[in-house]
């Protein structure tokens, strides 16, 4: 327990003090780092804890980012308004499209969420007169004190911060572990009386909460928002973050999209074949390591944990026993 | 002609699920590569009198070999895994794939020179139709028969009907089911190649053309009923219709509409027009 708190505190310190000492573009890099780490959980929070494997997080990343922007450029509402705007555009979609979707299992579900976010894609993208196509939105600027990139990376990671502790808690309490069971098997939750349709639905919708969460930080932080940020390859990024850092882990999302905000500065640098290297890892971490890098770590710790404690029995737990 | 182009494309993809169990997100991007690579024997035989002919049949081997070698090194390590995992790894086939065909044949779109015969309209009682038109239907019903005779009289059809049902008892029997599975394969790539070589013939080649059809694709898959082969065909026909309709009147809205159609049917009918209700889970 003690542990917990200690690892807790020295990360929420780590944060802060990041935002005092980096200079303009490392900041940039921070921040970017916390707000796809906010698009993982909500991939993560599907995959890694319901069992759904959702290729369509990015169509509620596109529309709180729109949801936000729209009304803050065309009409000049105000800043927090928009705010709400955004966030309930991106749960008012994730519930009548999650409605269809969460009908169906396994291989249907995923097809099901490509659709989604391709045809999220399509209208942004055709509705010239509204979204203004594929122009996008250009000029956003955060009003006031946010303007600066240090109040800026502050107002990200207290959004942020606020978002992982509602993650912690809806994953640990009674809701989160029917979902696990829900995603160890579905038949038995049914028989056990868990409403498997509303548990979903009810994970999916948070999930588009947390993907518009971001989609409005990211909207104001890169100036722009554009129809590709609702492509289903957008989609794949948080697929990449969520798989990288181990889905059912509760770093798992930090750590997925620290490693890729750094790749994607530097790898992206060198070389322009940038989609063929995530492919390849996706594709290492899926064969070889399913934990993904946390899930590597702890079980390698808990390895030398249990080799400390007893020198010569090999318990079935010590055996990254999945 | 557009439900010839989804039966094509939708066809193996469905093939390859009912008979194997395995949903293969890059056949997509096979489908691409399959255009690619017949534009890129069509312009090295350019001088000769049937390069298109001929570009058709080596680009269809060519495909072949590379669907034998994708199921040599990466299918056939997936086939026990879990139907997350497998559409992962097939994902980042798509990611790789893409980026691979970037890197060949770089990013600017390519035409490929049509033999006249294909260049002609053919005129009847008024009606004016191109032959390309007419070269991708016939593709497409032929294929759409063949399929349905090979699974319906053949021996490797009926074995494959019947792993489509019971895995366990096929290879119980003593049948190589492995070898069956790298036969599944292949055709379904075949099939996704005769959609790309057809698409040469209408289009232009780009790497766009894949993310263009897969909304459609997968909501053609999921109408008429995962792994249901005459569901397929049913529905390709009600979606392509759909299509050249509403390209007519509402062009903007023609993608949405059959996105629309398949949110109506999923919530009548879960598993599709043709598909079973058991294997929905």
């Known amino acids: 327990m003690r542990h917990k708190w200690l690892v807790t505190s020295f990360l929420g310190l780590f944060w802060i003090f990041l935002g005092l000492v980096l200079g303009d573009f490392w900041l940039h890099v921070a921040t970017e780092c916390l707000i796809m780490m906010l698009f993982a959980i909500s991939f993560s929070l599907l995959y890694g804890h319901t069992g759904l494997l959702s290729f369509g997080q990015a169509a509620y990343f596109a529309v709180g980012a729109y949801g936000f922007a729209l009304p803050f450029m065309r009409f000049s509402v105000p800043f927090p308004v928009c705010f709400f705007i955004g966030l309930v555009s991106s749960i008012l979609w994730a519930w009548i499209t999650g409605y269809i979707c969460v009908r169906l299992a396994g291989i249907y579900f995923a097809i099901m969420t490509v659709v989604v976010t391709q045809s999220t894609f399509y209208i942004i993208f055709q509705w010239y007169g509204f979204t203004g196509g594929d122009d996008g939105i250009q000029g956003i600027f955060p009003p006031g004190f946010l303007s600066n990139p240090h109040w800026y990376y502050y107002y990200v990671l207290a959004i942020v911060a606020a978002a992982f502790i509602i993650y912690y808690k809806i994953i640990n309490s009674p809701f989160g572990l029917s979902l696990k069971c829900i995603r160890e098997n579905m038949v038995r939750s049914q028989f056990v009386g868990v409403n498997v349709h509303r548990h979903r639905l009810r994970a999916f919708i948070i999930a588009g909460f947390f993907a518009g969460l971001s989609g409005i930080l990211f909207a104001p932080f890169t100036r722009t928002v554009v129809p590709q940020m609702g492509n289903w390859t957008s989609s794949g990024h948080a697929v990449f973050m969520g798989i990288l850092g181990g889905a059912s882990q509760l770093l798992g999302p930090m750590v997925g999209a620290v490693v890729w905000v750094f790749l994607d500065a530097f790898v992206a640098g060198f070389t322009e074949h940038w989609p063929l290297i995530i492919g390849l890892v996706i594709f290492t971490i899926v064969l070889f390591m399913p934990g993904g890098l946390v899930g590597l770590v702890t079980s390698y710790l808990r390895t030398a944990k249990d080799k400390r404690h007893s020198e010569t029995w090999v318990t079935p737990e010590s055996e990254g026993f999945k | ?281």
């Not at chain 2, 312009?43 to 590379?66: D, I, V």
């Not at chain 2, 038109?133 to 021996?155: D, E, P, Q, V, Y």
Request: proline residues 2%.
């Open chain 2, 1 to 281: 002609m557009r439900s010839a182009l989804y039966f094509l494309v939708t066809s193996g993809l469905t093939l390859l699920f009912g008979v194997v169990g395995t949903l293969n997100m890059s056949h997509f991007s096979l489908y691409m590569i399959a255009s690619y690579v017949t534009w890129s024997f069509a312009s090295l035989l350019r001088n000769y009198q049937f390069s298109f002919w001929a570009a058709f049949f080596l680009s269809a081997l060519t495909m072949c070999f590379l669907a034998f070698i994708i199921e040599r090194l990466v299918m056939r390590r997936l086939y026990k895994r879990e139907l997350g995992e497998q559409l992962l790894i097939t994902f980042a086939m798509v990611y790789i794939l893409d980026d691979l065909v970037k890197m060949i044949w770089g990013s600017s779109p390519l035409f490929v020179t049509r033999p006249p015969i294909l260049t002609a309209i053919a005129t009847w009682r008024n009606v004016n139709l191109p032959a390309s038109g007419i070269f991708l239907l016939i593709l497409g019903l032929a294929s759409g028969l063949g399929t349905w005779l090979m699974l319906s009289k053949t021996r490797l059809g009926r074995i494959s009907r019947a792993a489509y049902s019971y895995k366990e008892m096929v290879s119980a029997l003593g049948i190589p089911i492995q070898h069956i599975y790298l036969a599944m394969f292949i055709l379904s790539v075949f099939l996704a190649t005769l959609a790309g070589i057809a698409w040469t013939v209408m289009g232009m080649v780009d790497l766009g053309q894949a993310h263009s059809l897969l909304i459609e694709c997968f909501c053609v898959m999921v109408i008429g009923g995962m792994g249901s082969f005459a569901g397929t065909a049913l529905s390709a026909l009600i979606c392509g219709m759909t299509y050249s309709f509403a390209i007519l009147f509402v062009p903007k809205l023609a993608t949405l509409l059959i996105f629309l159609l398949a949110g109506i049917i999923l919530v009548i009918r879960p598993w599709g027009l043709l598909g079973r209700a058991g294997r929905l889970h």
